[in-house]
């Protein structure tokens, strides 16, 4: 019971014992960075979530029940997202949402499937995160692997004659990625001629970016994020060097284009498609605002995971997890589901974006090559 109703009856002169609660909120979690860098993710993981938490709750709760959610603070860091699981499991969380860094959520996972806690991941794209064999661990987004793929497809098929370079930052996300990107290239017999690790959080990149110009590289597929990808080609345009990057999710944030100014213009990105035009999409995004863009990937788990318990009719792991792979539920991405792995089915998980103007916006894959 929530602090509010504790003080409500005691003004009433109400105790416990003599008029007890007959629903007891079940506690959800969500773990996000909510501080440091990436906060920025956290703010959208967790608007999004306690949107679909209201929702969920103006219609009656899961099973009956009101639904209260607890928050914890990962940092997008390791250690700090295993305390962050700890916390959550301690606090009696029956599922946890988020952990969207996959640095995060892989080591997070291992906590909340000793303590038999479903996670349910709103980001983290890292193929390891599914690959263990953790019957309790889900996510709703694609994978890297997938991500690599598309990319590559288009580098071999665009730039292939091209001097291609591949940078990463070296954490968990982005050299995945950039790992995949490769791998996938080169099993179409294309080799790039620089692959690379960055340090990030740096104020400048310059000798990167005069080290591809002096290699004459064409074409940078970047794994990161977008503080990093944008600092990069803003110093490309300065000095007068045409850099084509190309990258994936890490760099969608809005954020990016103000680092880039004019020059990220062109720049094309992998990221998770825009959701179909339900209502609950169309009232997430009139509620979004300069410092939240919703994340639909966070409202749609919260949304499987309710549609499941109320399936199995227990909010009990074991039972929730199994309804989990074994229906489809109606969310704001659409019909999904999850396959044996905790992998989500039922939607193309990532599309084609271009940046122009500050934004971005969809574009069709058969003008990528043109």
């Avoid at 979690?29 to 306690?50: D, F, H, K, N, V």
Wanted: negative net charge.
């Amino acid at each position: 019971m929530s602090c509010s109703r504790w003080k409500l009856l005691g003004l009433l002169g109400i105790t416990l014992l003599t008029a007890p609660s007959t629903h007891a909120e079940v506690r959800i979690g969500l773990a996000a960075p909510l501080t440091g860098p990436y906060a920025w993710g956290g703010a959208w993981t967790r608007g999004s979530a306690e949107a679909a938490v209201a929702d969920l709750n103006a219609g009656g709760g899961v099973l009956g029940e009101p639904i209260e959610m607890i928050v914890a603070d990962d940092y997008c860091d390791g250690e700090q997202a295993i305390a962050a699981a700890n916390k959550l499991v301690a606090d009696g969380a029956v599922v946890v949402f988020g952990h969207q860094c996959s640095g995060a959520a892989i080591p997070a996972s291992e906590v909340y499937a000793e303590a038999g806690i479903v996670m349910i991941s709103t980001g983290a794209t890292n193929p390891k995160l599914t690959e263990r064999g953790l019957s309790s661990v889900f996510r709703v987004v694609g994978r890297d692997d997938v991500q690599g793929e598309i990319a590559a497809e288009l580098l071999a098929e665009r730039w292939g004659d091209s001097k291609i370079a591949i940078l990463h930052d070296d954490q968990a996300y982005g050299k995945g990625l950039a790992e995949e990107a490769k791998k996938r290239l080169n099993e179409r017999g294309v080799s790039e001629v620089l692959f690379e690790a960055i340090a990030p959080g740096q104020p400048e990149y310059l000798d990167a970016v005069r080290r591809m110009q002096s290699m004459g590289v064409d074409v940078l597929y970047y794994g990161g994020y977008m503080a990093e990808a944008g600092l990069i080609v803003r110093h490309a345009a300065d000095l007068g060097y045409d850099l084509q990057l190309v990258g994936g999710d890490g760099i969608s944030p809005k954020d990016f284009g103000l680092i880039a100014g004019p020059a990220s213009d062109g720049t094309l990105m992998t990221r998770f498609p825009p959701p179909p035009e339900t209502p609950a999409a169309t009232e997430l995004k009139r509620n979004s605002s300069a410092d939240f863009e919703p994340q639909f990937e966070s409202y749609a788990a919260v949304q499987a995971w309710a549609q499941a318990a109320e399936r199995a009719g227990t909010f009990e792991t074991e039972a929730v997890a199994e309804a989990l792979r074994s229906h489809e539920f109606d969310t704001v991405l659409g019909r999904i589901g999850f396959d044996d792995k905790g992998d989500v089915t039922g939607y193309d998980t990532f599309v084609w974006y271009r940046w122009q103007d500050g934004d971005y916006a969809p574009v069709d894959p058969g003008k990528l090559t043109d």
